[in-house]
């Protein structure tokens, strides 16, 4: 059999295109993924944290509210809706975050888990995509008109630490799973500058009262950073900004794009207070503070062992600690099977040595138009801008390519999602509503 579509990978920016593909389409759909069974970053599923984004920006909510998939369906389903309602917040846990994916995932049927991709490739009829099945460890193969790279992140470690990965020293991804073992060390540091890094700092300082160990925070950042979510700023993730990002050219992009890194890459203030809440009151009642921040400072390199080599950047001071564990929460980079390279890079279009031309639509440009169109919803910064992999926009990205597979308007594209003007280009007045 042919598929029209398969997805390759599960997080959910393809769980949200399974989900709408299989209530608004015909289409035949498949969606493969290595893990046994739905789960979204389980190593970072702690306690008292919340999604980033409103629970609005569920699977389906933004492209079709009366779904059966959305969050609030998800809640009356399962009895939860009163007690949500008592809640009254938007940014919902992580936990029921994840709770909600996995219930869609158990109503979906094109799912298939247990499969690794292990190679796709452009023939004359369409797609060939082999896999591995991991329960039988045997191979199989499918056919698809379109496919769809759903294979998000994995850690971005620099490669002089990588080589120490090891026991104590692993990437924050993993942080759930070694958190009992952490607890009998008697130093534990965690690197990184982001919400992943003041998350595992805040969830070591919970479980420290207990404990004798000390915990280190060693970041670059010479203060801080908050992240930014003012409402002129949201507008950044919005359709219209990131339509208005990918027309510019490759340069005009690269530029803008570290402008809008804070955008995306700060603290949530919540966390930040809860830190320092959490430092001030041990400061009062114990003789020492068993945590520190340590600001400005890189890890250069790690010795053998666990000494870690590092560098004050202003000072420009270098010097060494001892510590017994690594918790390397140094950023996500997106992860691009070998084989895309090996079977794709010749045949599609590149705007620089690293990132590959994609079209509105998200579909690669091919340098030899094809019927048969290849998706990526990982890798996306360079062309559509640092909100187009946001959650906030996922079921939008999701519209235009369903849109673009069955050749139909099946969801309409809101126009006017921005109260600010972003191109001179295309400039509309904002017409009284009432
Ligand atoms: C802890 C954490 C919290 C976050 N919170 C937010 C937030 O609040 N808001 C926000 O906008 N973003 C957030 N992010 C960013 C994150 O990128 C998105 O949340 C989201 O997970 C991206 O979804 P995805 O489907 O693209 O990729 P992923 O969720 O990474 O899923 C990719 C899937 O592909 C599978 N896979 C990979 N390779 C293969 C293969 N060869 N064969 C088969 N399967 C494969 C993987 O097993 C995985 O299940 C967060 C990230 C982290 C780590």
Known sequence: MKYDVIGIGLGPANLGLAALLQESTDKKTLFLEMKDTFSWHPGLLLEDTTLQVPFMADLVTMANPKSEYSFLNYLKETGKLFLFFSYNEFQIPRIE??????????????????????????????????????????????????????????????????????????????????????????????????????????????????????????????????????????????PEYVQYFEKLPYEKRQKGLSYF??????????TLDEIYRKLYHRSLVENEV??????????????????????????????????????LATGLEPNIPDWFYHNFEHLIEWESSQHFKINKNYSLSFKKPTAYNFFVLTDLDHSHGTASTNLKLSVFRNQLIINAITNEEIFKIEKNTSLQTFSSLNYRSLEPTL
């Open 97 to 238: 975050y994840n709770a909600y994916l996995s219930w869609v995932s158990s109503q979906l049927k094109n799912i298939r888990f247990n499969s690794y991709v292990k190679n796709v490739e452009l023939q004359e009829e369409g797609y060939v995509v082999t896999i591995v099945d991991l329960v039988t460890n045997t191979e199989k193969t499918f056919y698809s008109e379109h496919v769809v790279l759903g294979t998000g992140q994995r850690p971005n470690t620099p490669v002089t630490l990588q080589e120490h990965w090891k026991n104590q020293i692993f990437p924050a991804l993993q942080y759930a799973f070694k958190r009992d073992d952490l607890m009998e060390l008697n130093h534990i540091s965690v690197v990184g500058s982001g919400q992943s890094a003041a998350e595992i700092f805040l969830d070591l300082l919970n479980h420290q009262k207990n404990h004798e160990f000390t915990v280190e925070w060693i970041t670059r950042s010479p203060a801080l950073r908050e992240l930014e979510t003012t409402k002129f700023r949201l507008e950044m993730f919005t």
């Open 261 to 270: 890194y804070q955008l995306r890459n700060g603290i949530n203030p919540v």
């Open 290 to 327: 068993k945590a520190s921040i340590r600001l400005h400072t890189e890890l250069m390199s790690i010795d053998d062992g666990y000494s870690l080599n590092l560098k004050h950047l202003e000072e420009e001071h270098t010097y060494s600690i001892d510590t017994d564990a690594v918790v």
